[in-house]
Structures are given as structure tokens and as C-alpha cells.
């Protein structure tokens, strides 16, 4: 496991910058990875460029890192977590979610409201995955 040098750190936000996330999201994803994964740091960093490659939106990827990121609600991360939140309200606004074509499996949910995009893969034999996921309780479901 390599030390986290502020070399590395900066390497992380340009890879994540070069797999399409933002520089402001970028180093927030790199900062709550630091924070928060201080053993872990290079294997969660690489598989969230590993997730953007494939073509997951970065709204997901960062909700994913904020799901994973213990207390949470404290807080010290409330600077993070508004720049998080505008961002999320900014991204939901580019892609919108679709009603009535699925209904989610969570029975708890039962929501029909999914946000549907294209899995873009490097070998290309398999053609492209459609991946929806559920608006309101996250769930997702995809379709080759
Ligand atoms: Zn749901």
C-alpha cells in the first residue's frame, strides 16, 4: 500500500477529473476518500475512477461515498455536504428522471420515478447496459 502523499492526492482528483467528474466534485470525492478511508484510501479512490470509467454518473459515485462515510450527520461536514447538495440538485436538473416506465422492486419504495442512463463498456462484445435507479430509494436494476 503506497503512503498518501500529497502527489498521490493530487493524482487521484486529475484521474477523476480525466474520467469525467469536475474538479470541484473531484476534490470533494478525493477529500471525503482522505477523511474518511485513511487504510482503505487507494482502493476506494480507484474504484470510483474504475466506477466513472464505466460510465457512472458522478452525482452516483459521490453518493455512494456518502452513504459509506460514518456520522455523516455531524456537523464538520456540513461545508461537504452543502456544496454535495447543491451539486446533486445541479446534476438532477441535466438528468432527468423518467415516470411510469419502471417500478421499483423495494417493496418499501414501490416508486415508478427512475433515473436511466447508459453503461458504456470498454470491451463493446457485450453491447450497452441500460442502468436505472430508483429516484427515491437509490435501488438500481439494469438491462442488457
Ligand atoms: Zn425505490
Known sequence: MPDVTPRLRKR????????????????ICEKSIYANFPSDYCIVAYEKIGQLK????????LQDIKKKIKGWGSHVYNPIKNTYENRIFQDNTKIKPVKGMYKCKNKECGSDEFYIWNETRRSGDEGQATIRQCSKCGKRGREN
Open 54 to 61: 464505466s460510465g457512472t454518473p458522478s452525482q452516483h459515485v
Open 12 to 27: 487521484i482528483v486529475d484521474a477523476l477529473v480525466q474520467c469525467g467528474m469536475t474538479k470541484k466534485d473531484a476534490t
